[in-house]
């Protein structure tokens, strides 16, 4: 067997199963009644290297050696874009089960890989795998795809002996669209319970070589190419903000860290910001449909992410600021604590309701058709209009007037700021969210410098008006309580009575520096305001 040195574009879907689904899926019709010929199963040895510093870990490469029948093959794997499906990879054959940086002639691959020597690299894991593979056509003629299903079951393995199993199904695209692949998985989730799963063998490897855990992801910036044309820039954005939301399903899932839910959250605003501003270039029964969904999985996360602020950021600043008896003798501290435990318990069962809505079918039914949707460009699927003709323009054209339009709004929203409400600094809160988020999708597209800063002080404010969000929905939460029949100890009522006080005097206390940046941000010079562009 030869195997020649070659680049290209790995685009593939993974799906996590359970083991003993494994036979079901190889014989479901989506599989067996497509495919030609005999299903061909091999055992896959492959070993990965880093530095002892992960350097290449810090550069999201990967590099590997696959042994193949009496052969080594040597990988190097790019990063994807989050989000996206792609990423890019180069093959060599090597003389033996270690690295040989010669082999590799891409430039491209060398320059990932950066300065890096063969004495340098070391074992860290190997990934032992049985793979039987199928090859399906899907549609006929020119538009049909062809696609590689791997059925991966093995384990991975740290040099000191331990190990973590591995139940997957892979879909690589070989040839034609990649909405297949969705489709395909969609059709496998009809035969067995699956899961779309974004880790690779590589990242769970890692996990298991340094003993770490999953960890949180915050939303990266996004690039857009100066020549992306509206629909491919609103591809981008909604592949980025699904992916930020995947990103951190797994820590989610553990519920250890608060943050986690919290990162779920923001990237389903993102989304359901990023839909509504593109409103006008989805068809209507698409864009209900995705909202509805947006927001039947942010109502599931919600609950969870309230209670984790009102612990962290209401309840302990009282926490720590008391530390007397009341007037009786008795420990306030105690009150404080009893309302502790209570909040904790309404905590941990919206981290069940969390862990529930992630699992079920609804899920994954709605990821795997919201995959498909975007990557068929279903947005196309209406009639011809002003609007729908300009998804094909360049949305360097676009963003000024979207940006000016969320401004505007803003400001409207704000306007006599001093004499608002709650509630309606509460809209207003919103208002800047999408603004903020707006300016963050397409910041790539301006001036760096000037889009940061005005990003920063738009979320210094945002944040500022979020913790009187918070101190109201702190309310709403201390009368829901005890709203499932337990009972309240004693000096709970007492202890929320202070909680809500106590942030009562500090909101009163920020008002002039609220209305200061109110002030600074209603001045603020607009970053994508140019002289030979449209307002």
């Known amino acids: 067997m030869v195997v020649e040195a070659e680049s290209n574009r790995e685009t593939e879907l993974k799906l996590a199963v359970r083991a003993e689904d494994m036979a079901k899926l190889r014989s479901c019709p989506a599989v067996a009644s497509r495919a030609k010929g005999k299903a061909g199963t091999k055992t896959l040895e492959s070993t990965y290297y880093d530095t002892a510093d992960r350097r290449l870990a810090g550069r999201l490469v990967t590099l590997r050696v696959r042994k193949v029948g009496n052969q080594f093959l040597q990988t190097v794997k790019g990063a994807p874009e989050r989000g996206e499906l792609g990423r890019a990879e180069w093959e060599h054959p090597v003389a033996g089960p270690a690295p040989d940086l010669s082999a590799i002639e891409s430039q491209e691959a060398l320059d990932l890989l950066g300065p890096i020597s063969a004495a340098e690299l070391q074992p860290l894991f190997t990934t032992v795998i049985q793979r039987t593979v199928r090859v399906v056509t899907m549609g006929e003629g020119e538009t049909a795809t062809r696609i590689e299903v791997a059925f991966d079951s093995g384990e991975i393995r740290s040099p000191d002996g331990a190990s973590i199993p591995v139940s997957e199904v892979e879909l690589e695209l070989l040839e034609g669209s990649a909405a297949a692949l969705y489709e395909l998985a969609l059709e496998l989730a009809q035969a067995a319970p699956l899961r779309l799963d974004p880790r690779t063998k590589a990242e769970r490897g890692y996990a298991l070589a340094d003993g770490t855990v999953d960890k949180v992801v915050k939303a990266g910036k996004l690039e857009l190419d100066g020549d992306a044309t509206v629909e491919g820039a609103l591809a981008r954005i ?298």
């Open 238 to 535: 909604l592949r980025s903000c699904i992916g930020h939301m995947l990103a951190n399903e797994a820590v989610t899932l553990i519920g250890e860290d608060a943050e986690g839910v919290h990162q779920m959250r923001v990237a389903l605003r993102r989304l359901r910001s990023a839909l509504a501003l593109f409103k006008h270039f989805i068809p209507a029964d698409s864009y209900a449909w995705l909202v509805g969904e947006v927001k039947w999985l942010g109502g599931s996360l919600g609950p969870a992410r309230d209670w984790d602020v009102f612990l962290a950021e209401l309840l302990e600043p009282v926490k720590d600021s008391f530390h007397r008896a009341d007037g009786h003798g008795k420990p306030l501290q105690e009150d404080i604590d009893a309302l502790a435990t209570a909040a904790r318990a309404r905590r941990d069962r919206a981290y069940e309701g969390v862990r529930e809505a992630i699992r079920s079918e609804r899920y994954t039914s709605f990821l795997l058709k919201f995959g498909a949707w975007v990557e068929s460009r279903g947005w196309r699927d209406q009639p011809v209009s002003e609007h729908s003709a300009r998804l094909f323009d360049p949305v360097e054209d676009l963003a000024d007037h979207l940006l000016a339009r969320r401004a505007k709004k803003a400001r409207r929203a704000g306007h006599g700021f001093a004499s608002l409400s709650v509630t309606e600094r509460h809209q207003l809160r919103i208002a800047l969210k999408k603004l903020r988020y707006a300016a963050e999708f397409f910041r790539s597209l301006y001036d760096d410098k000037p889009a940061r800063r005005y990003i920063q002080d738009l979320s210094a404010f945002q944040d500022a008006l979020g913790h009187l969000n918070d101190v109201a929905t702190a309310t709403r939460l201390l009368h829901e309580l005890h709203d499932d029949g337990s009972r309240p100890e004693p000096g709970e009522p007492r202890a929320a009575g202070i909680v809500i006080g106590w942030h009562a005097r500090g909101v009163a206390e920020s008002e002039t520096a609220l209305r200061g940046l109110w002030e600074e941000f209603a001045d603020a010079k607009a970053f994508w305001s140019k002289p030979d562009r449209e307002g």
